[in-house]
T-cell receptor
Framework: DAGVIQSPRHEVTEMGQEVTLRCKPI?????LFWYRQTMMRGLELLIY????????DSGMPEDRFSAKMPNASFSTLKIQPSEPRDSAVYFC????????????FGSGTRLTVV | SQKIEQNSEALNIQEGKTATLTCNYT??????LQWYRQDPGRGPVFLLL?????KEKRKERLKVTFDTTLKQSLFHITASQPADSATYLC??????????FGAGTQVVVTP
């Protein structure tokens, strides 16, 4: 398996623009997580899907953020409109059943909003 | 509120020595605790999981202990090598199974 695949690896956008981050989880994993990492706040969980259904989005900063998982092999995280404070590395992770088996993380998308 | 604390200061250690990292937590009753390694520019990589009824777990040169009374886990890297240089993250699952991560401790192993 190629692991969790995220795209793009880097994204630079202007404030106010829409940004879409993409994730392909490991085949067979039924849980998917979006995290954001910054120096100040570390790794923060944004949203968690189980069997393609959003279970907990309490970590989503505000209404500008939305996430979808239309099928078991694809998820998106959208920011509209983007702001400079959204600059961070966004990670997608997937796991089987519960986190007891450990999460597999993608390589992340480094987002810079100027 | 739930908190996970790891030493924010980097741990500098000489090759061959044992590195010991600490993870303390409050307001959790975790069924298990996990440790991850993160290299610059990459996502965290799962290393070990230890359950609440396990006192110690080993994997190659890695050893993890878990004391639910002290609310603490210790992570040991024995016979450390420069390739072990990375940031190590402790993670706990809440009642929903979602992982929350500590801030991590950077380990630097010098030859």
């Amino acid at each position: 398996d190629a692991g969790v695949i995220q795209s793009p690896r880097h994204e630079v956008t202007e404030m106010g623009q829409e940004v879409t981050l993409r994730c392909k989880p490991i085949s067979g994993h039924n849980s998917l997580f979006w995290y954001r990492q910054t120096m100040m706040r570390g790794l923060e969980l944004l949203i968690y899907f189980n069997n393609n259904v959003p279970i907990d989005d309490s970590g989503m900063p505000e209404d500008r953020f939305s996430a979808k998982m239309p099928n078991a092999s694809f998820s998106t995280l959208k920011i509209q409109p983007s702001e400079p404070r959204d600059s961070a590395v966004y990670f997608c992770a997937s796991s089987l059943l519960t986190s007891e088996y450990g999460y597999t993380f993608g390589s992340g998308t480094r987002l810079t909003v100027v | 509120s739930q908190k996970i604390e790891q030493n924010s200061e980097a741990l500098n250690i000489q090759e061959g020595k044992t590195a010991t990292l600490t993870c303390n937590y409050t307001n959790y009753s975790p069924a298990y605790l996990q440790w991850y390694r993160q290299d610059p520019g990459r996502g965290p990589v799962f290393l070990l999981l230890i359950r609440e009824n396990e006192k110690e777990k080993r994997k190659e040169r890695l050893k993890v202990t878990f004391d639910t009374t002290l609310k603490q886990s210790l992570f040991h890297i024995t016979a450390s090598q420069p390739a072990d240089s990375a940031t190590y993250l402790c993670a706990l699952a809440d009642s929903w199974g979602k992982l929350q991560f500590g801030a991590g401790t950077q380990v630097v192993v010098t030859p």
